[in-house]
């Protein structure tokens, strides 16, 4: 997810997998740099949210939480905060900045938004992943129109694939793959 140039990464094994060194090599390679905590607040405020703690500058921990619940974030909003971590090898995620990033996902709240892959119609790249809020008032309906939509064949949509989710809940909120 991206917002007001701040996103999430995780290792390409999987989440929860980088220490500091390595999320911070991680940004440094995308031309970013680890997020600060005021970077991180900024893009939760306007419709950042990740259930995934990640590491941002100076060796702090955390994740960003723009509705509460009960599965993430202890039911609070704002910036769940561990604090500096002395050890640096623990593993976690990153969370990224870098305003000039290729822009994967945002937060949408026009009646209509025609939003595309990083560098359609040429071939997205490996190991993307991107989130887009589509946000309605209270009792509105969200349809989607999918003008040309082109994955790698895999029967068990694990390759690549496409997730929707009714709301910030990524447990309790999923519709479908």
């Known amino acids: 997810e991206r917002a007001a140039g701040v996103y999430h990464r995780e290792a390409r094994s999987g989440k929860y997998r980088l220490t ?3 999320a911070k090599a991680v940004c440094e390679y995308e031309g970013g740099h680890l997020a600060t905590y005021q970077q991180l607040e900024a ?4 419709g950042f949210h990740v ?12 994740y960003p939480i723009v509705k509460a619940g009960a599965n993430c974030g202890f039911g609070k909003t704002g910036i769940v905060d561990y604090g500096i971590r002395l050890n640096r ?6 969370y990224c900045y870098n305003p000039n990033g290729k822009e994967c996902g ?10 595309k892959s990083p560098g359609y119609p040429n071939e997205y790249e490996n190991d993307q ?4 809020h589509i946000r309605v008032r209270y009792g509105q309906r969200i349809q ?10 895999d029967t068990a949509c694990l390759a690549d694939f496409l997730e ?4 910030y809940d990524d447990i309790n909120g999923f519709v479908g793959r």
């Open 43 to 46: 893009a939760r405020k306007i």
């Open 106 to 115: 945002g937060v949408f709240t026009d009646s209509r938004h025609v939003f």
């Open 89 to 94: 090898s623990e593993r976690w995620d990153a």
């Open 164 to 167: 929707v989710y009714d709301s």
């Open 144 to 153: 989607l129109h999918f003008l040309e939509f082109d994955v790698e064949d």
């Open 51 to 62: 259930c995934a703690a990640g590491w941002m500058a100076k060796g702090r921990v955390g």
């Open 20 to 22: 500091y060194a390595e």
């Open 129 to 132: 992943v991107c989130y887009w």
